[in-house]
């Protein structure tokens, strides 16, 4: 698996683990009904789930991570 498709996966994964935590939370907590805690969730899972980057240096593919709650980009080894 080549680590641009890691980052994908990676990408996806934590969006939807934040997606379902604020569905529920919203659902739970919130009066909102319809089509508008998925909406809601769908927001606040874009504007916090980490980004995931793979990008090619001179060693080869790296696979980066930048996210709100972090000061700068880290790597993932």
């Given at each position: 698996?080549?680590?641009?498709v890691?980052a994908?996966?990676?990408?996806?994964?934590?969006?939807a683990?934040?997606?379902?935590?604020?569905k529920?939370?919203?659902?739970?907590?919130?009066?909102?009904?319809?089509?508008?805690?998925?909406?809601?969730?769908?927001?606040?899972?874009?504007?916090?789930?980490p980004?995931?980057?793979a990008?090619?240096?001179?060693?080869g593919?790296?696979?980066?991570?930048?996210?709100?709650f972090?000061?700068?980009?880290?790597?993932?080894?």
């Amino acid at each position: 698996m080549s680590k641009s498709v890691k980052a994908l996966l990676l990408n996806f994964i934590c969006f939807a683990v934040l997606f379902l935590l604020a569905k529920y939370l919203l659902g739970r907590y919130t009066h909102l009904s319809g089509i508008w805690k998925p909406i809601t969730a769908f927001v606040i899972s874009t504007l916090v789930s980490p980004q995931f980057k793979a990008i090619k240096t001179h060693e080869g593919e790296k696979i980066f991570f930048k996210w709100l709650f972090m000061k700068g980009v880290k790597e993932i080894k």
